[in-house]
T-cell receptor
Framework: EADIYQTPRYLVIGTGKKITLECSQT?????MYWYQQDPGMELHLIHY???????EKGDLSSESTVSRIRTEHFPLTLESARPSHTSQYLC????????????????FGEGSRLTVL | KNQVEQSPQSLIILEGKNCTLQ??????????LRWYKQDTGRGPVSLTI?????NTKSNGRYTATLDADTKQSSLHITASQLSDSASYIC?????????????FGRGTQLTVWP
């Protein structure tokens, strides 16, 4: 059983609101990720972090921001939500192995489903 | 462009029957391939990992195969159960960078009927 938690699970908000999706893991993993998932589509990486004070943008352009002040915590913030932000957001973590290749097994949270009206 | 293609897009089978899901990839240089199971409304969970030198690996009723020459993998589910209803996602990792990069398929949606 993965020890990675996301809150809220479901969120419905109006356009222009600021929201923060929380993600915490208790496995001590260095690497953490945020993915966006739409029905029938592949997961798209929007942010990742190698460790404390390290954050990078992923492949998918996103208006969100992230922070990594503590190893276990990797929140994602949208300053002004729009209907185009409606999606499922998945947080994941993995053990950093270093060297060429494997990122390690991803452990996912249960997801946060965001609806922007 | 590195891609991961899965087929079929969706599949319906009767409980107790077997099925095989396919994953073709063009990712290079190849590091490994993982199959994840994603239940509705949940996050994906890893089922198995295949490295370059492995041809077959089993995890209970799940058996994954890899043909690195043709860049194909399959996930065979034996004696399906209702709880197998889920999306099965193929994820390929490259070794072209120190930290690796992941390529996700769109998944195969499996429905098992009683």
């Amino acid at each position: 059983e993965a020890d990675i938690y996301q809150t809220p699970r479901y969120l419905v908000i109006g356009t222009g609101k600021k929201i923060t999706l929380e993600c915490s893991q208790t496995m001590g993993h260095d690497k953490m990720y945020w993915y966006q998932q739409d029905p029938g589509m592949e997961l798209h990486l929007i942010h990742y972090s190698y460790g404390v004070n390290s954050t990078e943008k992923g492949d998918l352009s996103s208006e969100s921001t992230v922070s990594r002040i503590r190893t276990e915590h990797f929140p994602l913030t949208l300053e002004s939500a729009r209907p185009s932000h409606t999606s499922q957001y998945l947080c994941a973590s993995s053990e950093f192995k270093g060297g060429a290749g494997d990122t390690g097994e991803l452990f996912f949270g249960e997801g946060s489903r965001l609806t922007v009206l | 462009k590195n891609q991961v293609e899965q087929s079929p897009q969706s599949l319906i089978i009767l409980e107790g029957k077997n099925c095989t899901l396919q994953c073709n990839y063009t990712v290079s240089p190849f590091s490994n391939l993982r199959w994840y199971k994603q239940d509705t409304g949940r996050g994906p969970v890893s089922l198995t990992i295949m490295t370059f030198s492995e041809n077959t690996k089993s995890n209970g009723r799940y058996t994954a195969t890899l043909d690195a020459d043709t860049k194909q993998s399959s996930l065979h589910i034996t004696a399906s159960q209702l709880s197998d209803s889920a999306s099965y996602i193929c994820v390929v990792s490259d070794r072209g960078s120190t930290l690796g990069r992941l390529y996700f398929g769109r998944g195969t949606q499996l429905t098992v009927w009683p």
